[in-house]
């Protein structure tokens, strides 16, 4: 299992050279993850901050995870499910050790210094840290995309068509 190798994993699956048993164990860490997540939230689903963060959230990830399926069927379209977990994972790391827990050990070791109507603010802290690293992960992880499916850079277009319809391609993080 590559922890933190991205190269590696890029090189390894543009070769097509990795079995089943090697993107199950990918699977299952992002499956129990993410279940294990869900138990970490306390916040009350009839809360309006709450009903924003995730409809906010949720936006992004199926616009990030849409714009990354895009990417791999305009290059080699292989292996969807394979490079999103293995990348996904190894990206989702990064993202933590580079830039989530560098931000919370500030936000934290800061907190004291602030004024006591901090924790007013608290929620749109945490709310901006959870989006900031979404997108993060999403441009890193369509940037690896890009790599393994031999695609060129590419970039947001507007176009019209002859039918007079106006169509936006999916934002390309």
């Not at 009350?44 to 709450?50: E, V």
């Not at 933590?96 to 749109?124: C, G, M």
Request: with cysteine.
């Amino acid at each position: 299992m590559i922890w933190f190798n991205l190269k590696k994993a890029e090189t390894l699956l543009k070769k097509g050279d990795y079995s089943n048993a090697f993107v199950l164990k990918y699977f299952m860490i992002n499956l129990v993850v993410t279940t294990l997540a869900t138990f970490f939230y306390d916040e009350s689903p009839q809360n309006w901050f709450f009903l924003f963060e995730l409809v906010f959230l949720l936006g992004v990830t199926i616009i990030g995870t849409l714009n990354i399926y895009f990417i791999n069927e305009k290059g080699d379209h292989k292996d969807f499910l394979p490079r999103y977990f293995v990348l996904g994972f190894i990206v989702s790391l990064r993202v933590i050790l580079i830039w989530v827990l560098p931000l919370a050990l500030l936000f934290v070791s800061t907190k004291n210094f602030i004024p006591n109507n901090f924790e007013a603010y608290e929620r749109h802290i945490d709310l901006s840290f959870e989006i900031l690293a979404t997108i993060i992960f999403y441009y890193l992880l369509a940037k690896s995309f890009k790599r393994v499916a031999n695609l060129a850079v590419a970039y947001p277009t507007c176009s019209t068509k002859s039918n007079s319809t106006f169509r936006l391609s999916i934002i390309n993080f």
